[in-house]
């Protein structure tokens, strides 16, 4: 994960330059220093949208916090994509654990997924209590694209498709 730092003047002839992320904030105050005065962001490679104006200090503070929990690149950029807060309210939620991933699908390119798979892959894993427990015999009666209905408008679930993997995962967040 990275920023790319530009002099915000740009007939100065100051640095720019990438600058890794996380770093200790010590050596991210160094190295800020050295494109001489007011920076903006004009490219990134972070899990999450910023702008040129973001504070680099808390784009860092967040990477550094995110490190400490168990999840991939690709579902923190899944869960900042389908979240409606700015970067640092989604991380807040991250970190507070108030969100939900259920991978549904891995590089399954000929099976298509729906909302009905989606919906009964939730009942499956207990992420959905509104049903209760359903006998086998009643599985088959059940809409489960009105289930799939419930958990989206009621419940804040929605289904995001990773184009480079083909996976297909239930986020609630």
């Not at 890794?20 to 800020?32: D, F, H, Q, T, Y």
Request: hydrophobic share 40%; glycine share 4%.
């Amino acid at each position: 994960m990275k920023i790319y730092i530009e002099n915000a003047k740009r007939n100065t002839y100051a640095r720019e330059g990438w600058i890794n992320l996380p770093i200790a904030e010590g050596e991210l105050s160094k190295k800020l220093n050295l494109y001489c005065g007011e920076t903006i962001i004009t490219d990134y490679n972070l899990p999450f949208n910023i702008t040129e104006y973001e504070n680099p200090h808390i784009i860092n503070e967040v990477l550094q916090n995110l490190l400490d929990i168990n999840l991939t690149y690709i579902e923190l950029k899944i869960l900042f994509k389908m979240s409606d807060g700015d970067f640092q309210e989604t991380a807040k939620k991250i970190l507070n654990g108030e969100y939900q991933l259920l991978e549904i699908n891995k590089n399954n390119e000929f099976k298509i997924i729906d909302e009905t798979d989606v919906a009964y892959c939730l009942y499956e894993n207990d992420l959905i209590s509104f049903l209760g427990k359903l006998s086998d015999d009643l599985i088959d009666y059940i809409d489960w694209t009105q289930v799939w209905n419930t958990c989206n408008m009621s419940k804040n679930w929605n289904i995001f498709v990773d184009s480079k993997s083909l996976t297909t995962y239930a986020v609630n967040i």
